[in-house]
């Protein structure tokens, strides 16, 4: 949560130190500002809201200088106003901190301080930060940093400005995502990639505890207690243009189409050149440990989590273990049977989610062997995990996430054949004809996108004005179902639910009445006469049903008040295919609405904080 930028160098920072903040806006969109040193003083700007808010009240000229920072907001301590928004300053505006992150012990840090007489503007726990450094200073900001550092306890990344250094940034970071961009003379400190891939490729990613002091003669990297740090630069395999909307209206619907190519890219280099076998070169994993394993537990969340639903049918289905899929918030609060006979798939987009991360913590610290799905190269969870399989979906701005979960899916059906390869529970048939039918499934999604969104888009019609929506499935329809509700009830903000269809008569079937608007899953031919019934309960309390069905299904097609068709494939492959549709009714009925969809409200791309 929160984005964070800094720049020093010989351009003017502002037009810099907006230009990330607008690539990081998705981490957070409550307020924004920017802090630039000129003429031996710093200029602060703040605003509430979005950073067009920021973008009015900053001209051609104002403010002037070629050293600053940035911060866009997703409150956490303190309700999104002009004095909580970041930058900071302290009592005499000689120093100025921006930080993502939460400090933990920040009550009692500022009772001492204002003991002390420093006087707090804010309700942020931000503000101790900067009135420590205050406190601490004696002519040198990076020993300063240091020693407020010790006195820290929480997750944080933040950079730090002193007057009295002019041509100084000093970042650290612990537990929260920060990164120095290097380029000529001229460098960038960020909370993500996507803010300085405009500028360089190359950049350096900070570890726990250490710290960079940024100046235009280049960057020191020592660790928080001293000792130098010599790291290896890293070089983003990005395009600058992933980062941009390229004449699509949102993000998401950029996305949504760029799904195509981004299951090309996590199909590449993962198959033999006879498509007879799917290959990981990033593994090292024998046939004799996956025999060990007695179980899978696989934790992630949100839409992440929702992959590892349907991850759990076809790793059951291919490799006959027991998979236990869980909400990475509850998981480590619950003792959860781990231990060295177990693999724990953890899966994050961003590789920073927090709950997240402390579930792959839990489950090493268990003897668990901790697999990691991750898209963000370098981000912390992939490098912590013992091992990593990256999804490639490129960078995903748009809260909700659609590319990633369809590449999340690609990458468990390719792990699903590659575990059962080496467990030997598939035949070399059955392997050839899901490659087969994997191969195909880039071009069966680009053509339902070409075939199906206008007819969304006019479907879309009557779902504005409704006030909620029941999405059913079975197997794993059910799993899509469920992701179908959050990004609905996520970009469209109607109240939206996911059943077992099986499960609607114990409960939820006293809710459905005359046109309420059910969205039913039915893809699974096994359980298709199950399916049938539960539409008829639905349509019996006189539902609106719309169904994604498989193409030429005729005697499901029907009975339906509307219908998606989607092209077949193997059974427990469907799901790459039906998830399409429902993100773009979600899309379309959010932009009837008016909402912002890019930003939904109170939500954040990465959520960093517990
Ligand atoms: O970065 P992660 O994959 O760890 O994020 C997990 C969730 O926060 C994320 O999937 C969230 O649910 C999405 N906004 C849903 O569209």
């Not at 940035?70 to 300053?89: F, I, K, M, Q």
């Not at 009550?107 to 450094?133: A, M, N, P």
């Not at 960078?395 to 030997?424: R, W």
């Not at 077949?568 to 295919?577: A, F, P, Q, R, V």
Request: net charge negative; proline share 3%.
């Amino acid at each position: 949560m929160c984005g964070i930028v800094g720049y020093i160098g010989d351009s003017t920072a502002r037009s810099i130190l907006m230009d990330g903040l607008n690539k990081l806006e998705y981490r957070g969109y409550d307020s924004a500002g920017i802090a630039l040193y000129n003429q031996g003083q710093v200029e602060v700007y703040k605003q509430v809201g979005k950073l067009e808010n920021l973008e009015q009240v900053i001209t051609d000229e104002k403010p002037q200088g070629t050293v600053g920072v940035g911060h866009t907001r997703w409150a956490t301590h303190g309700r999104p106003s002009v004095p909580n928004s970041h930058p900071h300053t302290g009592c005499d505006d000689d120093f100025v901190v921006v930080h993502n992150g939460i400090i933990e012990n920040y009550l009692q840090l500022k009772e001492e301080l204002q003991e002390g007489e420093h006087l707090f503007t804010s309700e942020t726990d931000t503000e101790v930060i900067v009135h420590l450094i205050e406190e601490e200073y004696r002519g040198n900001l990076e020993s300063a940093v240091r020693r407020v550092v010790a006195k820290l306890e929480g997750s944080y990344a933040f950079v730090a400005m002193a007057v009295q250094e002019p041509q100084k940034l000093v970042a650290v970071r612990q537990d929260s995502p920060l990164i120095i961009g290097l380029k000529d003379q001229e460098y960038f400190v960020a909370s993500d990639i996507p803010a300085v891939l405009k500028h360089t490729k190359d950049v350096y990613i900070l570890d726990d505890e250490e710290m960079a002091v940024v100046t235009q003669n280049g960057v020191e990297l020592s660790t928080v207690e001293g000792e130098t740090v010599d790291k290896e630069v890293f070089t983003v395999d990005w395009d600058p243009g992933m980062a941009e909307k390229s004449g699509y209206e949102h993000f998401m619907l950029k996305e949504i189409h760029e799904q195509p190519e981004a299951l090309r890219r996590a199909i590449s280099g993962r198959l033999s050149n006879d498509n007879s076998q799917v290959i990981f070169d990033e593994l090292n994993l024998s046939p004799a440990e996956i025999e060990k394993y007695e179980k899978i537990y696989i934790v992630a969340c949100g839409t992440a989590y929702h992959s590892g639903i349907v991850a759990k049918y076809l790793l059951e289905d291919l490799v006959e273990i027991p998979v236990e899929v869980d909400i990475a918030s509850e998981f480590r609060y619950r003792d959860p049977l781990l231990d060295e006979n177990t693999l724990a798939i953890v899966v994050s987009q961003s590789g920073e989610t927090a709950d997240t991360l402390a579930a792959l913590r839990e489950a090493k610290s268990k003897g668990a062997q901790v697999l990691a799905i991750g898209n963000v190269v370098g981000s912390t969870i992939p490098r912590e995990a013992d091992q990593v399989v990256y999804i490639h979906a490129g960078p995903e701005i748009a809260v909700a996430s659609t590319k990633a979960y369809i590449n999340m899916l690609m990458v468990f059906y390719l792990l699903s054949i590659y575990f059962a390869q080496l467990k030997g529970t598939i035949s070399a048939t059955r392997t050839e004809e899901l490659i087969q039918a994997l191969k195909n499934l880039p071009n069966q999604v680009a053509q339902l996108i070409k075939d199906s969104e206008d007819t969304i888009a006019k479907l879309a019609d009557s779902y504005v004005d409704q006030n909620s929506a029941f999405f059913i499935g079975r197997g794993v329809d059910y799993a899509i179902a469920l992701e179908g509700a959050l990004k609905l009830k996520e970009i469209s903000y109607i109240y939206a639910e996911a059943y077992a269809a099986g499960e609607l008569k114990h409960g939820t079937l006293a809710l459905i009445e005359e046109d309420v608007p059910v969205i039913a899953i039915a893809t699974q031919e096994s359980i298709m006469d199950k399916m049938f019934s539960n539409i008829q309960e639905v349509q019996a309390r006189e539902a609106h049903v719309t169904g994604v069905v498989l193409a030429g299904n005729e005697e499901v097609t029907r009975s339906l008040d509307r219908v998606i068709e989607i092209p077949s494939t193997e059974e427990i492959l469907t799901s790459i295919l039906t998830v399409v549709p429902l993100q773009l009714l979600a899309y379309y009925v959010a932009l009837k609405r008016g909402c912002d969809i890019d930003q939904p409200r109170n939500l954040a791309k990465s959520v960093t904080v517990e």
